[in-house]
């Protein structure tokens, strides 16, 4: 009895999966539902992956996601796959704009303690102790000019 080999079935080729396998890809996958500017993604790594919105992504998985409900923690274990928006890499993807916080100089005081002691210490303007131990008034002074730089 003679094998004969049995050529595959060969699939349509249309679009790249990012294993480097082509795959015909459904039209309902190439737009993001609603119209969104969110972007299909697939889990790669290991473990699983907890969106903003609270929906956990398991590996393998893929989801539609924007870039800001991905935790940074995360970002090295997804890799986008719409084929029709503009290529973003682990490296490439943008980071959300993090506004910056103002801080007020804290304010330093002396103050006698126990009073008539001759002792000082520095409090901070939440009235913690900064100073070390017991120190007199011009060592206490001094402090206080070092902190406030």
């Known amino acids: 009895m003679e094998r004969t080999k049995v050529a595959k079935a060969v699939k349509p080729r249309t ?8 795959r015909k890809v459904p039209e309902q996958l190439l737009h993001p539902p609603g119209g969104s500017d969110k ?3 697939r889990k790669t790594g290991g473990g699983s992956l907890t969106l903003a919105s609270g929906k956990k992504i398991k590996k393998g998985e893929t989801f539609w996601a924007t870039v800001n409900e991905i935790p ?3 970002r090295d274990t997804v890799i986008p796959l719409n084929p029709t928006e503009k290529s973003l890499t682990r490296k490439q ?3 959300p704009v993090e506004e910056p916080i103002e801080v007020e100089d804290p ?3 002396v103050q006698e303690d126990p009073p008539d002691s001759g002792n000082f210490i520095v409090l901070d303007s939440q009235g913690k102790i900064v100073s070390e131990g017991p120190l007199s008034e011009e060592q206490a002074e001094e402090l206080v000019q070092q902190l406030r730089g």
């Not at 679009?15 to 082509?22: E, H, S």
């Open 107 to 109: 304010e330093y005081t």
């Open 39 to 41: 972007i299909m993604w």
């Open 72 to 74: 940074k923690a995360f």
């Open 15 to 22: 679009a790249n999966d990012p294993l480097g396998r082509k």
């Open 93 to 95: 993807a943008p980071e």
